[in-house]
């Protein structure tokens, strides 16, 4: 019989119809307050009240926290120069690409830097790259992580193409477009007075990248020996290359800083700092920008005034919706649970 | 004698021959034996291709005669084909399919993902769904095992019977089925108890009547009555093909060189059931799914919600949006490989392969497309099938769990056969409904009688005490109590109550002391113990009590343990009237071939026997049963029972001294929901019968195709100018719960079709229809009617004016009903299995779908399996909408399956509060403008993680540090801001809250810090990015923590105004009873409460709520007629005229139904048509 659907219950089956009250009873489903869907339950009623209060409690939580965050930015003081078009020599400028791919041009190019207000160590220097795809599939992809983990792996070269290997098939390490690509500008600062201030380049990348992920027995491997030359050049040990481990960690977008160093001296206002730097790396050919940073930090990281704007928005509109509501409910109130404002009492016609 | 002998003998004093007593029924002219000459006349050819060698099942087991086994299965799949079918079908999911394209290019390089995270989902998603579809079929393979393993006695040579299985049963089995066991096949009959070899046969699961059939064994087979005879039986059968027709049958049997024609008299099909009938014999025609019953299931479909097909739609506009989404991408990368990557020389583009190729931007797009689409697949929720799937898994759980819908009884809880359909339930707009057995217990219940114009039997139907109790609270002004119409029946109907309007508004519940005997609720102490002597009219009581006793066709057994009798007998209406006969003292205890013994209590104890003469059986055609009878004294009579309209069209001039009382009482009993019959008499002369005996003779022995004309214009005759006595009131009491149930859809304005396999008048009669409900009916007239001329010229054209004729019909009534100006005024179409086959051809049946939507209620009755399912594919199709059956038999099994959902009847859950499930029909809850307006949100959330998140992970250090956010910490931010926002999001749709909704919640937020911090532990070689990712650098920063408070806020907030808005100023029903039920203003005003509540019904035309309020409001002018001629002048009256008049005008324009005609000449304009035109012109 096709009774697939459900008419069995109604079939006279043998034995369950007259079966004795135990086998009955067995088959009586067991009472739980879950089973039977009768769980305590809360049910909150948006009331006007409840609804302004709402609103009211997110206005007063956000804006406090809102202008807390604004002042925080507004704490750090932040040195940003930009220096790719300045750093090139005037006779050059017509071929920039020219310029920075003939290494027999000094790229030394001094910068002076004025600090607008008292700067408190440690002060921070971040190079930003601009127009800079470190989020494209293809980087992001070209590197081998158990290959810069483990001297063994060193033959690991998978995903590192195009930068797998050298010419005649030795591999390289590390291979991948990314530790080929790596940024090689330097800087070194003096200030005014001629006293040089040491940049820290020590324990700029996260601790679990160098005790975790690059190893520190494993050394470079016929890294820029080919015909193509991308980025800088590595010493040994991968492990303190920090510079390196700071690059790999990809950028989410385009326009991105990325941690030099550190200097651990105090700053006072409209000191005037020296910079030799040696502009060796390439983004005339896409046309991006290069600037040096140097920033203080507070609790709330860098500059950026955006998360207290935020704040402030959100908290302010929530501050003007629970007004609104408070004026619409006076103006036009409603009783709650008032029964004429179910549908068969506001439409008679439909009855 | 050995005790099997003794049984023999026992069985053989029973052999009645009822051929000899019916005229009807197994009315067959001399056995036709078919010139031997040509045997296979129109037996040849396909179609006709089946031979059966009867006794020789062993020949059917090789070719060329081989057939099916008895072996039936229900299964969507076997062990084989599960893996390959069930695979299919969840690929059938665009959504799956889309899955299994994305896991296979994930093998690839294309691929932005591993193939690991692409397929591991993937493969948890069908898995689940499959193991789910497996259960299901073995769940159903066990219930096809069941029947299977049904044991059933068979001929294994050499006369000896033994049991064996119904799936080893083969065509040419000999088999005996006993009584109330069911045919294990289709089977020819060869003989029965009887000595005449007729057999009494219920077909409820086949066709839902309820009234037992009469089968009949061809003569030459009448000695195979014992297990040796078959010894040495071989015959041959020659027959039609396996075919889904119920009602036909075209064979011949040759046996001993004779050939002999078989007819659907012969056939016992299986599903059916033998009654009253100790055994038979019977040779398989067609085993399992060769069987008529098999043949006329529908291949069970596939069932997919609406929900799900809607969930396809929105699958493939996401999809677009996907491809749309990737190929703008996929145009933007090609743009920037060209003009872009050829100066970003960190990528090396001089050494690009394919995939970046500057120099071949436009096939580097076409890869980035493929990448893109895989990409954005989360557009396209991969477990959202799932997730749906296993929350429909729990709510078919939290159904069979459902104390409420366990059965005591039976001791069964609710079964959800399917978890497919769960979210239907909430949808559905049309319930179609099989009557017999579903709506009511089928139990007859006698329970009033009008004798003589007087009404006895103070007991009150169900609708009266649901009447009365509301009246009674009514007054007693207590207004939260039992005065909502829908607690009626919270009210246990089993006590009995004792309800005295007629002499002011007292209203007592009294338990009853009395053990109940079944069949009969009937108290009236004028009538019991023998009180009826004493009454004026004793003679016409008298008369009326035999008419009980004496005019059936049942048969008394004796109950040895209690020593009263118990009556097998054709329907349950009839076994009502025996009991009541006995409880009168007029007990019927024996049946011989040519007499019925009563004995009679009252005066004095006596037997008497009445020698049957003719019984002119009860058919649907006729409705009507008389039996001629010679009494002790000699007198003939004859006893009469019928219709009340056929028989008062009967009544001789002095026999209607009654009827206008009777009438009354008619309209009463009809009021109260009871199903009536009028009984009459009439004393012939000995002269005046044997004149009219003669003529009945010769019509019998008449060869000829008007034998059974001549047969009913004789018996017609017979039955004129009879004496009317009273009538009788059965109440068929509602099944528990089920009506109920139903009353509550119609308030909740669902629809409701009547799909019943009964009788026009059974099916009418039915608790569900609010008297003065304006009935269309539409039927064939029976051609039986037309003399022979008209018949044979009409022969040729008469299917065409059928068919123009039930056109015509449609169209007038469609035209009634769009005339109709009273807003309250409703219908009920009642249409007939034989008009409905018409009316569903594909040129009819818009026509009919259209006046059947505007009526109130959709009647039909006598209708087949197929057509039940045909209706319900018409409602579905043709409307649109959700269809819900309800059935409990395998004849419904078509039009369960045909519809959205099927119930099977064990007693179904009632609504909460029906208002609010108008919202959905109406699909409130699942709109495009909804789905629109949700995807906004989730647009909206999406630009705010994304541009929140980069704007302040931009390119400053995110902590004191000084390191700046990478990738990694930035995906991850976005990744808990979404986390957040999305959880408060489901919180905020959330209107209740149990533990289980606060774990699930913020159990989610919660997982996913844990899985950061633990898969953050792990060795950097799994982790990758996310190494240490919490503890070191996103923990400790506080903007990780500031953003995703902003972020989670923001994306909230647009929604939760909207919400308030809405809660506050336009808020929906479950919005303010959610309210009003909070602050308890429903116990604090109660007027208020119920007032709403008894609004909150739909104003319903149908159902048991609507017959109370026709009582209620019966009662109520009685009440004010009294009131008023107390206390008042009569004028007041005007104000609330009788309702008693208003129903019964009612009654009388509903009973002028349409009559068709299929003879073009004369077709006739319904009655009610000519008023209407009237009333226009």
């Known amino acids: 019989m096709k009774n697939d659907t459900g008419i069995s219950a109604a079939r006279p089956s043998a034995g369950s119809g007259d079966g004795n009250a135990a086998r009955r009873n067995s088959n009586r489903p067991k009472y739980s307050r879950f089973t039977q869907q009768e769980l305590p339950a809360c049910k909150p009623i948006l009331t006007p009240q409840w609804v302004i209060s709402v609103f009211t409690l997110i206005g007063v939580i956000f804006i406090p926290i809102g202008v807390v965050a604004l002042l925080a930015s507004n704490d750090v003081v932040e040195i940003v120069d930009r220096y790719e078009i300045a750093c090139v020599p005037p006779n050059m400028t017509h071929d920039k690409i020219g310029y920075i791919q003939n290494p027999s041009i000094s790229k030394t190019c001094t910068r002076k830097l004025k600090v607008p207000k008292d700067m408190d160590k440690p002060i921070y220097v971040y190079y930003q790259l601009d127009n800079f795809y470190q989020n494209h599939r293809r980087y992001v992809k070209s590197r081998n992580d158990q290959q810069l983990r483990d001297a063994s792996k060193a033959?690991?070269?998978?995903?590192?193409?195009?930068?797998?290997?050298?010419?005649?098939?030795?591999?390289?390490?590390?291979?991948?477009?990314?530790?080929?690509?790596?940024?090689?500008?330097?800087?070194?600062?003096?200030?005014?007075?001629?006293?040089?201030?040491?940049?820290?380049?020590?324990?700029?990348?996260?601790?679990?990248?160098?005790?975790?992920?690059?190893?520190?027995?494993?050394?470079?491997?016929?890294?820029?020996?080919?015909?193509?030359?991308?980025?800088?050049?590595?010493?040994?040990?991968?492990?303190?290359?920090?510079?390196?481990?700071?690059?790999?960690?990809?950028?989410?977008?385009?326009?991105?800083?990325?941690?030099?160093?550190?200097?651990?001296?105090?700053?006072?206002?409209?000191?005037i700092i020296t910079v030799a730097l040696e502009n060796n790396y390439n983004t005339y050919s896409f046309g991006g920008k290069k600037k040096l940073v140097l920033s203080t930090t507070t609790w709330l990281g860098g500059r950026n005034s955006f998360l207290g704007i935020a704040y402030l928005s959100v908290g302010g509109l929530c501050f003007f919706l629970s007004t609104a509501f408070t004026v619409v409910s006076l103006v036009k109130p409603r009783t709650i649970g008032d029964p004429s404002y179910l549908s068969w009492n506001r439409n008679p016609a439909s009855q | 004698m050995t005790r099997a002998e003794k049984i023999r003998d026992k069985l053989r004093r029973e052999k009645l021959r009822w051929s000899k007593i019916y005229t009807f029924n197994c009315a067959r002219?001399?056995?036709?034996?078919?010139?031997?000459?040509?045997?296979?006349?129109?037996?040849?050819?396909?179609?006709?291709?089946?031979?059966?060698?009867?006794?020789?099942?062993?020949?059917?087991?090789?070719?060329?005669?081989?057939?099916?086994?008895?072996?039936?299965?229900?299964?969507?799949?076997?062990?084989?084909?599960?893996?390959?079918?069930?695979?299919?079908?969840?690929?059938?999911?665009?959504?799956?399919?889309?899955?299994?394209?994305?896991?296979?290019?994930?093998?690839?390089?294309?691929?932005?993902?591993?193939?690991?995270?692409?397929?591991?989902?993937?493969?948890?998603?069908?898995?689940?769904?499959?193991?789910?579809?497996a259960v299901e079929d073995w769940r159903r393979f066990m219930q096809d095992m069941k029947v299977n393993k049904r044991k059933v006695s068979i001929h294994k040579g050499d006369g000896n019977f033994?049991?064996?299985?119904?799936?080893?049963?083969?065509?040419?089995?000999?088999?005996?089925?006993?009584?109330?066991?069911?045919?294990?096949?289709?089977?020819?009959?060869?003989?029965?108890?009887?000595?005449?070899?007729?057999?009494?046969?219920?077909?409820?699961?086949?066709?839902?009547?309820?009234?037992?059939?009469?089968?009949?064994?061809?003569?030459?087979?009448?000695?195979?009555?014992?297990?040796?005879?078959?010894?040495?039986?071989?015959?041959?059968?020659?027959?039609?093909?396996?075919?889904?027709?119920?009602?036909?049958?075209?064979?011949?049997?040759?046996?001993?060189?004779?050939?002999?024609?078989?007819?659907?008299?012969?056939?016992?099909?299986?599903?059916?059931?033998?009654?009253?009938?100790?055994?038979?014999?019977?040779?398989?025609?067609f085993t399992g799914h060769d069987s008529k019953v098999m043949q006329n299931s529908t291949e069970s479909p596939s069932k997919r919600s609406s929900i799900e097909k809607k969930m396809d739609y929105i699958i493939y506009i996401l999809f677009t949006l996907l491809v749309l989404i990737s190929l703008i991408s996929s145009i933007g990368y090609a743009v920037y490989t060209k003009f872009g990557m050829r100066n970003w020389w960190y990528l090396q583009p001089e050494n690009a392969s394919t995939l970046y190729n500057p120099l071949m931007p436009a096939l580097s797009g076409i890869f980035h497309l493929v990448t893109a689409l895989i990409m954005y697949g989360y557009l396209i929720p991969v477990s959202l099938y799932v997730s749906i799937e296993v929350v429909k898994v729990l709510q078919a759980m939290f159904i069979n769990q459902d104390i409420q819908m366990y059965d005591e009884d039976t001791g069964k809880p609710a079964e959800a056969r399917t978890s497919?359909?769960?979210?239907?339930?909430?949808?559905?707009?049309?319930?179609?409904?099989?009557?017999?057995?579903?709506?009511?217990?089928?139990?007859?219940?006698?329970?009033?009688?009008?004798?003589?114009?007087?009404?006895?039997?103070?007991?009150?139907?169900?609708?009266?005490?649901?009447?009365?109790?509301?009246?009674?609270?009514?007054?007693?002004?207590?207004?939260?109590?039992?005065?909502?119409?829908?607690?009626?029946?919270?009210?246990?109907?089993?006590?009995?109550?004792?309800?005295?309007?007629?002499?002011?508004?007292?209203?007592?519940?009294?338990?009853?002391?009395?053990?109940?005997?079944?069949?009969?609720?009937?108290?009236?102490?004028?009538?019991?113990?023998?009180?009826?002597?004493?009454?004026?009219?004793?003679?016409?009581?008298?008369?009326?009590?035999?008419?009980?006793?004496?005019?059936?066709?049942?048969?008394?057994?004796?109950?040895?343990?209690?020593?009263?009798?118990?009556y097998e007998a054709e329907s349950p209406d009839e076994g009502a009237f025996l009991v009541a006969a006995r409880e009168f003292g007029f007990e019927f205890f024996k049946r011989t071939q040519s007499s019925v013994f009563i004995r009679e209590s009252y005066p004095n104890p006596l037997e008497r026997e009445f020698?049957?003469?003719?019984?002119?059986?009860?058919?649907?055609?006729?409705?009507?049963?008389?039996?001629?009878?010679?009494?002790?004294?000699?007198?003939?009579?004859?006893?009469?029972?019928?219709?009340?309209?056929?028989?008062?069209?009967?009544?001789?001039?002095?026999?209607?001294?009654?009827?206008?009382?009777?009438?009354?009482?008619?309209?009463?009993?009809?009021?109260?929901?009871?199903?009536?019959?009028?009984?009459?008499?009439?004393?012939?002369?000995?002269?005046?019968?044997?004149?009219?005996?003669?003529?009945?003779?010769?019509?019998?022995?008449?060869?000829?195709?008007?034998?059974?004309?001549?047969?009913?214009?004789?018996?017609?005759?017979?039955?004129?100018?009879?004496?009317?006595?009273?009538?009788?009131?059965?109440?068929?009491?509602?099944?528990?719960?089920?009506?109920?149930?139903?009353?509550?859809?119609?308030?909740?304005?669902?629809?409701?079709?009547?799909?019943?396999?009964?009788?026009m008048e059974t099916a009418v009669n039915i608790g569900l229809l609010r008297l003065g409900l304006k009935q269309i009916s539409i039927s064939t007239m029976n051609t039986d009617f037309l003399d022979q001329d008209a018949k044979k010229a009409f022969l040729s054209c008469l299917e065409q004016n059928i068919k123009d004729n039930i056109l015509l019909q449609i169209t007038n009534a469609s035209r009634m009903v769009k005339l109709e100006k009273d807003p309250h005024a409703a219908f009920a179409l009642i249409i007939d299995g034989k008009a409905l086959s018409y009316a569903l051809e594909d040129d009819m049946k818009h026509h009919f779908l259209g006046l059947a939507v505007d009526c109130a209620s959709v009647i039909c009755c006598r209708v087949s399996p197929k057509q039940k399912a045909l209706v319900t594919r018409l409602v579905k199709e043709g409307t649109g909408k959700t269809t819900l059956a309800i059935g409990d038999g395998a004849n419904d099994v078509g039009m369960i399956q045909e519809a959205d959902i099927g119930v099977g009847i064990s007693g179904v859950e009632g609504m909460q509060f029906p208002a609010l499930y108008q919202?959905?029909?109406?699909?409130?809850?699942?709109?495009?403008?909804?789905?629109?307006?949700?995807?906004?949100?989730?647009?909206?959330?999406?630009?705010?993680?994304?541009?929140?998140?980069?704007?302040?992970?931009?390119?400053?250090?995110?902590?004191?540090?000084?390191?700046?956010?990478?990738?990694?910490?930035?995906?991850?931010?976005?990744?808990?801001c979404i986390i957040w926002a999305v959880n408060l999001q489901i919180a905020l749709t959330m209107s209740?809250?149990?533990?289980?909704?606060?774990?699930?919640?913020?159990?989610?937020?919660?997982?996913?810090?844990?899985?950061?911090?633990?898969?953050?532990?792990?060795?950097?070689?799994?982790s990758g990015n996310a190494f240490h990712i919490l503890i070191e650098s996103l923990g400790p920063a506080p903007i990780y923590w500031i953003t995703t408070f902003l972020v989670a806020a923001a994306c909230n907030l647009p929604y939760f105004a909207h919400l308030s808005y809405q809660r506050l100023f336009y808020p929906l029903d479950h919005h303010v009873i959610q309210e009003i039920k909070y602050f308890k203003k429903d116990l604090t005003d109660e007027q208020m409460w119920t007032r709403e509540r008894s609004k909150a019904r739909q104003e319903t035309k149908i159902g048991f709520t609507a017959r109370v309020d026709a009582k209620i409001r019966q009662l109520k002018g009685k009440l004010q007629k009294k009131t008023s001629n107390l206390f008042n002048p009569p004028k007041h009256e005007i104000n609330l005229p009788p309702p008693c008049i208003y129903s019964t005008a009612n009654l009388a324009f509903s009973r002028q139904n349409f009559i068709a005609s299929p003879n073009l000449h004369q077709v006739e304009t319904p009655l009610p048509l000519h008023l209407e035109m009237k009333v226009k012109n």
Request: aromatic letters at 12%; glycine letters at 6%.
């Open chain 2, 29 to 133: 002219a001399n056995p036709e034996l078919i010139d031997f000459a040509n045997p296979f006349n129109g037996l040849q050819g396909p179609g006709f291709s089946r031979k059966v060698q009867c006794n020789q099942p062993s020949l059917h087991r090789r070719k060329p005669l081989h057939y099916p086994s008895n072996y039936i299965s229900t299964t969507k799949y076997n062990i084989i084909t599960f893996l390959p079918k069930a695979i299919f079908e969840q690929f059938r999911r665009v959504a799956n399919l889309y899955f299994l394209l994305a896991a296979v290019l994930s093998l690839t390089p294309i691929a932005p993902f591993s193939a690991v995270s692409m397929i591991a989902p993937l493969a948890f998603v069908v898995g689940l769904s499959m193991a789910k579809e």
């Open chain 2, 420 to 566: 497919n359909l769960n979210e239907e339930l909430g949808q559905v707009d049309t319930i179609l409904s099989d009557k017999t057995g579903t709506l009511t217990c089928n139990q007859m219940d006698f329970l009033k009688c009008s004798i003589a114009g007087v009404s006895y039997g103070v007991g009150s139907s169900e609708v009266e005490i649901a009447a009365a109790k509301h009246i009674a609270s009514e007054f007693s002004g207590s207004p939260g109590h039992n005065c909502f119409p829908a607690d009626y029946w919270d009210n246990n109907v089993d006590d009995s109550s004792v309800i005295q309007l007629e002499d002011g508004i007292t209203c007592k519940v009294v338990k009853d002391p009395k053990p109940k005997i079944k069949g009969f609720s009937f108290e009236d102490d004028r009538l019991m113990q023998g009180n009826w002597v004493k009454e004026p009219s004793r003679g016409t009581l008298q008369m009326f009590f035999r008419v009980l006793a004496v005019c059936h066709t049942a048969i008394p057994e004796h109950d040895e343990e209690n020593g009263t009798f118990t």
């Open chain 1, 155 to 271: 033959n690991e070269t998978s995903g590192c193409d195009p930068e797998k290997t050298t010419a005649d098939g030795m591999p390289i390490v590390p291979c991948g477009l990314i530790a080929w690509s790596l940024f090689n500008d330097t800087y070194s600062f003096n200030r005014g007075n001629g006293e040089a201030m040491i940049v820290n380049k020590k324990d700029i990348s996260w601790k679990s990248d160098r005790d975790h992920k690059f190893g520190s027995d494993v050394y470079p491997k016929n890294f820029q020996n080919g015909a193509l030359i991308g980025g800088g050049k590595l010493d040994p040990k991968l492990s303190e290359q920090e510079d390196l481990i700071v690059w790999m960690r990809t950028a989410a977008l385009p326009t991105f800083r990325k941690l030099y160093g550190r200097i651990d001296v105090d700053l006072k206002e409209n000191d």
């Open chain 2, 992 to 1022: 209740h809250f149990t533990w289980i909704q606060h774990l699930f919640v913020w159990g989610s937020v919660s997982t996913w810090y844990l899985f950061l911090f633990g898969y953050g532990f792990m060795s950097p070689v799994i």
């Open chain 2, 611 to 759: 020698k049957i003469l003719n019984l002119l059986e009860f058919n649907s055609k006729r409705k009507r049963m008389s039996v001629i009878v010679r009494d002790d004294s000699g007198q003939i009579i004859l006893f009469c029972k019928g219709a009340d309209s056929i028989i008062f069209d009967r009544l001789s001039k002095n026999g209607k001294m009654y009827e206008a009382d009777t009438m009354k009482h008619l309209n009463e009993f009809g009021e109260a929901g009871l199903r009536t019959l009028a009984l009459a008499y009439k004393v012939l002369d000995e002269s005046e019968y044997s004149t009219w005996n003669a003529e009945f003779l010769r019509a019998k022995t008449a060869i000829g195709l008007d034998r059974d004309a001549q047969l009913e214009q004789v018996a017609d005759l017979m039955e004129r100018e009879l004496v009317l006595i009273g009538a009788t009131a059965v109440e068929d009491k509602l099944q528990k719960g089920v009506p109920q149930c139903i009353d509550k859809l119609a308030q909740a304005g669902l629809k409701i079709w009547l799909l019943t396999g009964d009788k």
């Open chain 2, 919 to 976: 919202q959905g029909p109406k699909n409130l809850f699942f709109d495009w403008s909804r789905i629109i307006a949700w995807t906004a949100n989730g647009l909206y959330s999406s630009i705010v993680v994304f541009f929140i998140n980069i704007s302040i992970f931009y390119d400053q250090a995110f902590q004191s540090e000084g390191q700046t956010a990478d990738m990694a910490a930035m995906g991850t931010t976005m990744f808990t």
């Open chain 2, 162 to 285: 033994y049991y064996k299985k119904w799936h080893k049963i083969f065509v040419g089995d000999v088999v005996k089925v006993e009584k109330d066991h069911f045919f294990p096949a289709d089977l020819l009959l060869l003989s029965s108890s009887y000595e005449d070899g007729i057999c009494y046969v219920e077909t409820m699961n086949l066709d839902g009547e309820t009234n037992l059939k009469v089968k009949r064994a061809l003569d030459v087979t009448l000695h195979f009555d014992e297990d040796k005879t078959f010894k040495d039986f071989y015959a041959t059968i020659r027959c039609e093909d396996p075919n889904p027709s119920l009602y036909t049958f075209v064979g011949n049997l040759e046996y001993e060189k004779q050939v002999c024609s078989l007819d659907p008299n012969q056939i016992l099909l299986r599903d059916s059931k033998l009654r009253n009938t100790s055994y038979i014999y019977g040779v398989v025609i």
